[in-house]
């Protein structure tokens, strides 16, 4: 007995080593004051200056880009609800979907709710999000429905010491402030394209770290290699609310659709991607038949870079059968054929 107690205690801090390694602390930008509230509403507010630029230019680029970012996609009916360029305002009611995590063989999302207000003037521009709800679940038994104020403020969506998000709630404070930093760093390119922005968030903290500072803003159009570990958990709602293209062989690049994207996963203690080709998508079909190497990109609207690039080297190809695409993903037609790719992942870039 004192044999087995002496050989489990030299191991316990083999153990404690382990867990230290593995677990992921938190960063910084999701805990305490990443979520401000104003006048008790969630707001998320952020005002920068642009050199040389009108306020009738910076309202329709705003205008633009608004128009771009959100419009109406199936049943979801994200729009510009307001305008008025003599006050430079526009108001915009967003509705989508937050993919938490999408496998093989299942998705966890959420669809949320928000109202996102521009207003410019003569080399400024302010950006605000907030009235915001979700939806979770909606397919179980009418699903759950949260605020923005009862669910991922400090109150709710930390532990008591504000070291770590809650286990329920915080991944829904965590999704909200990646769409955030992903909303104001997309409408400050666009009017970036020929001037130099300078700005501060208002009560917004640590903003894409290592990409913007508090008080200068600088956007890079170079990707950085990065792991697997720090790729947004939000790419399926890219996918939906941008594009995505296959890009191989001699740099052909065709464009897929939201639904064909399977997510990540394991296979073989290999990450991989999964792609779903209908077979009447001759040409994506082709392409990902014919190379045994292809990039995937996720651009956040049309006419934007890519922000983020997955390279890919195929390793499987299998034809889908009606049961294990329903149970893969229930929105495609189980009347339509699919082939699945599987590829593994050699290298992702991302636009830090």
Known sequence: MKKLLLFLLMFLPVFAMADKHTGKETNPKYLEGAVPLKDGIVSFINEFTVENKTKDEL?????????????????????????NKEKGEIAV??????????????????????????????NKCKLTMQRIRYWYNENRDGGLKYTAED??????????????????????????IDLKDNLFLSAKKTVNSDSNIEGTAQNDKNENAGTETENNITISKELDKISLSE????????????YITITAGNNEEVEIKAENWGGIGKATDT??????????RIAAGALMKQY???????????????????????LKTEKMTQER??????????????????????????LK
């Open 292 to 314: 045994d190497t292809y990039t995937i990109s996720f651009y956040p609207a049309k006419g934007e870079e890519a922000d983020i690039i997955i390279e890919c080297k195929k």
């Open 325 to 350: 695409l329903k149970t893969m993903n229930p929105a495609l037609s189980a009347s339509k054929n699919y082939t699945l790719f599987t590829g593994s992942i050699t290298q992702i870039k991302m």
């Open 231 to 242: 790729l947004p958990n939000d790419l399926s709602s890219r996918a939906i609310n941008g």
């Open 59 to 83: 309202y329709q680029s705003m205008l633009q880009w608004a128009g771009n970012r959100f419009k109406p996609h199936g049943e979801l009916s994200s729009r510009i609800a307001y305008t």
């Open 93 to 122: 009611v967003a509705e989508e979907y937050i993919i938490f995590s999408s496998a093989l063989l299942s998705i966890d999302r959420t669809r949320i709710y928000y109202n996102f207000l521009i207003n410019v003037d003569d």
């Open 151 to 176: 669910w991922i403020t400090d109150k709710y969506a930390l532990n008591k010491k504000k070291t770590k998000l809650a286990s329920k709630s915080g991944k829904f404070r965590k999704a909200t």
């Open 271 to 280: 990450d991989v991607t999964y792609i779903l080709i209908e077979e009447n």
